[in-house]
């Protein structure tokens, strides 16, 4: 499965954007999916994950209340919705994909399929 992210950009703190991760096949139904970060000089870290079903997330604290992630099985798209965006939002962002639980997702371990990053910069 190939994923491609997009939808990164240049936003004001405050502002909104979202992110979209387009799978190539339509076994991506079955996958639970994540978006992760990279900010300059830092570790990559997790962000959001959704379970195949839709019933089930977790998210990181930093952005609790700020993003929503959601999938179209129909579309074989992930989302990512960032609402209230902050300076320190700003980093690429990549999508993930995996066969595995969300929780093991959260430590990258059990990703299989990783997008392209996508960058998100936010000015203050």
């Known amino acids: 499965v190939q994923l491609q992210a997009s939808g990164g950009g240049l936003v004001q703190a405050g502002g909104s954007a979202r992110l979209s991760c387009v799978a190539s096949r339509r076994t991506f139904t079955y996958y639970n999916v994540a978006w992760f970060r990279q900010a300059p000089g830092k570790e990559r870290e997790f962000v959001a994950a959704?379970?195949?079903?839709?019933?089930?997330?977790d998210y990181a604290d930093a952005v609790k209340g700020r993003f929503t992630i959601s999938k179209d099985n129909a579309g074989n798209t992930a989302y990512l919705q960032m609402n209230s965006l902050k300076p320190e939002d700003t980093a690429y962002y990549y999508c993930?994909?995996?066969?595995?639980?969300?929780?093991?997702?959260?430590?990258?371990?059990?990703?299989?399929?990783w997008g392209k990053g996508t960058l998100v910069t936010v000015s203050s």
């Open positions: 993930a994909a995996s066969g595995q639980g969300i929780a093991r997702m959260l430590t990258q371990d059990a990703i299989d399929y």
């Open positions: 959704l379970s195949w079903r839709g019933d089930n997330t």
